[in-house]
């Protein structure tokens, strides 16, 4: 009994998997074909951009207050503080600001379009758009997705800078460190190498954030329950994702700038 | 199971050198085990307004997506005015459906979106269909006036009542001009007052417009004042056919079933 029920989850996510790349596939097959929906395209950017920044900026900053404070003691202690903004450059750039402001994204963005698209198939609006003559795939789910993926970038772009912002400042109040020295340690300490791959990645992230988000919430199950668990599975589902694809960006980003 | 159909007499079968816009044969449709639509036929005869009437779950909803190509039967023929749904590719399936107005059992209005651009949605695909007109709002005006909801151009779907929301759905589906207007349950979730306008409002519009109507219901006073011909739904097939009064009168318990108050 367990066994099959082990067996039945396990074909169940691979079914997910294959529904999921299917939808891929038609969000590469819609978006080359008119009518281009370029309004709404602009109109989802400033709604997700707009949604997110104060989100992404609180957090960015505090990030690059915690990291600071967490590390200094024990750069003191090995007489390596003036790597500090080297080290915290690298990481906030490389690493945490993209997977940081992915997931809050992903919490943020991802569970409301889950939400959005969702309740908009539950209470037959996507089936209304359809019989008007209007590809609501094209109107509702390409429209999102390359909002996301455009938008991603730029969110993280300012997420980094806000974080190294929070860092200098503690940098400048803990070490005597003024602002310009320390932000010239942190470009001087950022390579070709750092930078390129770390924005690449970040499309995909936005890509993947808005896939799943529009995948949960465009084959939502009726009621308001399934309004709910595509919110929910939204969140979970991007977040596993993104983990994936960071590895498979570093990966890749080792062969090519040997990290 | 075996179903049944009822003997009409003859002097009041339809008359059937009207043109059929809306053809259905033998469709089934099962959802796994589920076998909801089993083998239903129907025609639709341009200017009529035929009431399909069947219990909950019964398959009506089932079929008029099927209609309209929002979802696919697992087998049978569907065609609307003359051009069979399956075999058309997205472009003519929708320039089709620019001739069918589909009024939906939750009104379905965009609720991202005022009025206005509710009633304007339908138009950014068709408007070609209305000469290719730059100023939508005499088109706009006239489809609420229709409805007699005007002074609600800017307002957001949240701010009207159940009523007002079904009258504003409606609206929607007449900014096209449509030649069909499918109607699924359109009276469902209103009170009896409201019910009596919304049919009111059927009425008068296909006095207006000249549209035919398909429409879905288990509301039987909707059915009693629209229809011109019914047809009774049940277990999949049509059970029953013929005018309200016939109906009423026959003495078949399951066809009963559905008059008793």
Same mark, same amino acid.
């Given at each position: 009994?367990?066994?099959?029920?082990?067996?039945?989850? $396990?074909?169940?996510?691979?079914?997910?998997?294959?529904?999921? +790349?299917?939808?891929?596939?038609?969000?590469?097959?819609?978006?080359?074909?008119?009518?281009?929906?370029?309004?709404?395209?602009?109109?989802?950017?400033?709604? =997700?951009?707009?949604?997110?920044?104060?989100?992404?900026?609180?957090? &960015?900053?505090?990030?690059?207050?915690?990291?600071?404070?967490?590390?200094?003691? #024990?750069?003191?202690?090995?007489?390596?503080?003036?790597?500090?903004?080297?080290?915290?450059?690298?990481?906030?750039?490389?690493? @945490? &600001?993209?997977?940081? #402001?992915?997931?809050?994204?992903?919490?943020? $963005?991802?569970?409301?379009?889950?939400?959005?698209?969702? +309740?908009?198939?539950?209470?037959?609006?996507?089936?209304?758009?359809?019989? +008007?003559?209007?590809?609501?795939?094209? %109107?509702?789910?390409?429209?999102?997705? @390359?909002?996301?993926?455009?938008? *991603?970038?730029?969110?993280?772009?300012?997420?980094?800078? !806000?974080?190294?912002?929070?860092?200098?400042?503690?940098?400048?109040?803990?070490?005597?460190?003024?602002?310009?020295?320390?932000?010239?340690?942190?470009?001087?300490?950022?390579?070709?190498?750092?930078?390129?791959?770390?924005?690449?990645?970040?499309?995909?992230?936005?890509?993947?954030?808005?896939?799943?988000?529009?995948?949960?919430? %465009? %084959?939502?199950?009726?009621?308001?329950? &399934? /309004?709910?668990?595509?919110?929910?599975?939204?969140? /979970?589902?991007?977040?596993?994702?993104?983990?994936?694809?960071?590895?498979?960006?570093?990966?890749?980003?080792?062969?090519?700038?040997?990290? | 199971?075996?179903?049944?159909?009822?003997?009409?007499?003859?002097?009041?079968?339809?008359?059937?050198?009207?043109?059929?816009?809306?053809?259905?044969?033998?469709?089934?449709?099962?959802?796994?085990?589920?076998?909801?639509?089993?083998?239903?036929? *129907?025609?639709?005869?341009?200017?009529?307004?035929?009431?399909?009437?069947?219990?909950? &779950?019964?398959?009506?909803?089932? =079929?008029?997506?099927?209609?309209?190509?929002?979802?696919?039967?697992?087998?049978?023929?569907?065609?609307?005015?003359?051009?069979?749904?399956?075999?058309?590719?997205?472009?003519?399936?929708?320039?089709?459906?620019?001739? $069918?107005?589909?009024?939906?059992?939750?009104?379905?209005?965009?609720?991202?979106?005022? /009025?206005?651009?509710?009633?304007?949605?339908?138009?950014?695909?068709?408007?070609?269909?209305?000469?290719?007109?730059?100023?939508?709002?005499?088109? /706009?005006?006239?489809? *609420?006036?229709?409805?007699?909801?005007?002074?609600?151009?800017?307002?957001?779907?949240?701010?009207?009542?159940?009523?007002?929301?079904?009258?504003?759905?409606?609206?929607?589906?007449?900014?096209?001009?449509?030649?069909?207007?499918?109607?699924?349950?359109?009276?469902?979730?209103?009170?009896?007052? #409201?019910?009596?306008?919304? $049919?009111?409002?059927?009425?008068?519009?296909?006095?207006?417009?000249?549209?035919?109507?398909?429409?879905?219901?288990?509301?039987?006073?909707?059915?009693?004042?629209?229809?011109?011909?019914?047809? @009774?739904?049940?277990?999949?097939?049509?059970?029953?056919?013929?005018?309200?009064?016939?109906?009423?009168?026959?003495?078949?318990?399951? !066809?009963?079933?559905?008059?008793?108050?």
């Amino acid at each position: 009994m367990a066994q099959s029920t082990t067996l039945k989850n $396990i074909a169940d996510f691979f079914k997910e998997i294959g529904e999921l +790349s299917y939808f891929a596939g038609r969000f590469f097959k819609e978006i080359f074909k008119p009518p281009f929906e370029f309004k709404e395209f602009l109109r989802q950017c400033y709604q =997700m951009g707009n949604r997110s920044l104060v989100l992404v900026l609180v957090t &960015g900053f505090i990030i690059g207050l915690v990291v600071t404070l967490q590390s200094r003691p #024990t750069m003191v202690q090995f007489g390596a503080v003036s790597w500090m903004p080297r080290m915290v450059g690298i990481s906030i750039v490389r690493e @945490l &600001g993209p997977v940081i #402001t992915a997931l809050v994204c992903a919490g943020r $963005i991802a569970s409301g379009i889950g939400a959005e698209i969702g +309740s908009m198939r539950v209470t037959e609006q996507i089936d209304a758009m359809e019989v +008007s003559g209007t590809n609501p795939f094209k %109107y509702l789910v390409v429209t999102r997705i @390359l909002a996301t993926t455009f938008m *991603l970038p730029i969110l993280v772009i300012l997420g980094d800078a !806000v974080g190294l912002y929070g860092s200098a400042l503690v940098e400048y109040f803990k070490g005597d460190v003024s602002f310009q020295l320390y932000f010239n340690k942190v470009f001087d300490s950022l390579e070709f190498g750092d930078l390129i791959p770390a924005t690449i990645k970040t499309f995909f992230f936005g890509y993947v954030i808005g896939l799943v988000g529009c995948f949960k919430g %465009y %084959y939502c199950k009726k009621g308001t329950a &399934g /309004v709910g668990l595509a919110a929910n599975t939204a969140v /979970v589902f991007t977040s596993m994702l993104l983990f994936v694809v960071d590895f498979i960006a570093v990966f890749i980003s080792d062969i090519f700038f040997e990290l | 199971m075996t179903t049944q159909a009822i003997d009409i007499p003859n002097d009041t079968k339809t008359d059937d050198h009207r043109k059929v816009i809306i053809d259905i044969r033998n469709v089934y449709k099962s959802f796994g085990d589920n076998q909801v639509l089993n083998g239903f036929s *129907l025609k639709l005869y341009q200017g009529e307004n035929l009431v399909v009437m069947g219990k909950s &779950g019964s398959g009506k909803s089932v =079929m008029i997506q099927c209609l309209v190509g929002l979802m696919q039967p697992d087998s049978g023929y569907i065609s609307v005015m003359g051009k069979e749904i399956k075999t058309l590719d997205r472009e003519t399936l929708d320039i089709l459906r620019s001739d $069918i107005g589909f009024l939906f059992q939750g009104s379905a209005l965009y609720d991202s979106m005022t /009025v206005r651009e509710n009633l304007e949605f339908p138009l950014r695909r068709h408007k070609e269909k209305l000469g290719n007109v730059t100023d939508t709002t005499p088109l /706009v005006m006239e489809a *609420l006036e229709s409805v007699g909801l005007a002074h609600t151009l800017d307002l957001m779907p949240e701010e009207l009542s159940g009523g007002m929301k079904r009258r504003v759905a409606l609206a929607r589906t007449l900014i096209l001009r449509p030649k069909i207007i499918l109607y699924d349950d359109p009276t469902s979730g209103l009170d009896p007052i #409201t019910s009596k306008e919304i $049919i009111e409002l059927m009425r008068s519009i296909q006095k207006k417009y000249g549209t035919s109507a398909l429409i879905i219901t288990h509301d039987v006073d909707c059915a009693r004042v629209i229809s011109e011909r019914m047809i @009774l739904l049940v277990d999949g097939v049509n059970y029953a056919e013929g005018s309200y009064q016939e109906l009423m009168q026959s003495t078949d318990p399951r !066809v009963e079933a559905f008059f008793k108050k």
